[in-house]
């Protein structure tokens, strides 16, 4: 059990939904930070960059990831039973370098809730002039370059052991390395395994306005619905004031073809305002061929929840595939208040599609996570063909935790899939399902294909 105390306030909880990000102070010593960099220095001289086996070639960062701040930012974002996944990267700030440009990281969702961050820890004093990562806060709910010139940058210049939490889809860079030193930054990605019923914070209240509202104005009815998803609250707390004036249904959705992103998340976020009324417009545009488009339609019938669960089973048999497609994405962000559609995606979980097929085993991950129902359609989804189906299979069978017992044999098999995130996540599915069964196939696996973290290429043996 973690200790309450270091677990996030409302206020820090309002300013990670607004802005994306959160600094951290361990209490760890400047000793402890100073061995680090001088270890990774000479790991990265000697050996090159550990990449995924940055924690058994350096155990003491482990030390970080246990500090009890960090821990509680990590428990009030992503809930108690936060995964530390198996891709971990410690980067490397050349002297001289030019820095990056400002990008995503790869596999972006549409979604606007908080189930995945990034985490990086800087073991040495950052100051500006070492090429820190930087940041365009509140960039995370953009999907095009907009978001990247949304706001100024903002450097993550601090003190060795700072560490900064932040959401998955922030816009960021390594800055240019003005020093003859390099500038290590260590990264690692955390998931939410269960979807929130509960504030998992120090929540004292539970109204998104307290106060003064921060952030952008136009942007409050989103930011009120991600703090309502994190209360665990379902869309029948969604306030359906309709639009402003005397603005139509269609006058809104011509809105999402013309006009900036920005604009666009506002009138998305209008149209669920509407509720049940604007449902059979948004379904329509699932037709469309443009992504961006039907991004800004799946985060209008996420937030109406419920009453656009029905209509969107019936789209999962669109002629599209790209219809099919969004209306699997959009019920999996829907997570447990579209549980009624779990049969349906167990279906879609065959389609000729592999980005159907993808997106549904994905979905029954969140939607199908309080029952045993999806684990067969899963089971069968971590043996496709199509690498991306077989991960996000396997991610949604560690979701199902205990309600995935029947797939200990299939997750055994995963073992040798030729991509180590699919291995990776069998690891963590088996230890979330916890049977004795399940335990002695991990151990058993973990036993022989232990790695020696003390066995280079001047140790061998």
Known sequence: MIDKSNLLNDNQMREFIVNGYLIVK?????????????????????????GNNLLP?????????????????????????????PHRHPHINQPGSNGQNLHQDGGKRWTHRTRRLLVFYYPQDTPVELGPTGIVPGSHYFCTLEGAKSRDELPLSGDAGTVTVANYDLWHRAMPNRTDKPRYMMKFLSARMSEPDSPSWNSSRSDWLNGTPIGSPEHQAM????????????????????????????????????SGESICLHTAYQLAALGAR??????????????????????????????????????????????????????????????????????????ESDDVRSHA?????TTGQLSEAAAPALIAASQDAEESVRRNAVFALARLGPHAKSAVNALKNVFFDENRYVRGDAVHALHRIGTKEA????????TLSRWCPLTTRESTH
């Open 57 to 85: 070639r350096i155990p003491e960062i482990q030390g970080v990831l246990e500090d009890p701040s960090v821990r509680g930012a990590l428990t009030s974002l992503l809930g108690a039973d936060f995964y530390l996944q």
């Open 439 to 446: 335990s002695d196939v991990l151990l058993q696996h973990l």
């Open 223 to 258: 930011f009120k619905h991600v703090w309502d998803w994190h209360h665990g609250k379902t869309s029948e707390h969604l306030q359906a004031n309709g639009a402003p004036g005397d603005t139509t249904i269609s006058e809104l959705t011509a809105r999402l073809h013309n």
């Open 361 to 365: 085993a994905e979905a029954l991950g």
């Open 278 to 351: 604007a449902i059979p417009d948004l379904v329509a545009l699932l037709e469309e061929e443009s992504q961006d488009i039907r991004r800004n339609v799946c985060y209008a019938l996420s937030a109406i929840g419920a009453p656009a669960v029905s209509p969107l089973i019936d789209t999962l048999e669109a002629k599209n595939s790209w219809t099919r497609d969004s209306a699997a994405e959009v019920l999996g962000d829907m997570g447990l208040e579209a549980q009624d559609a779990v049969p349906a995606l167990m279906r879609a979980a065959k389609d």
């Open 26 to 50: 361990t209490d760890l010593s400047r000793k402890f930070h100073d061995a680090i960099y001088e270890t990774t220095n000479t790991v990265f001289e000697k050996e090159g960059n550990p």
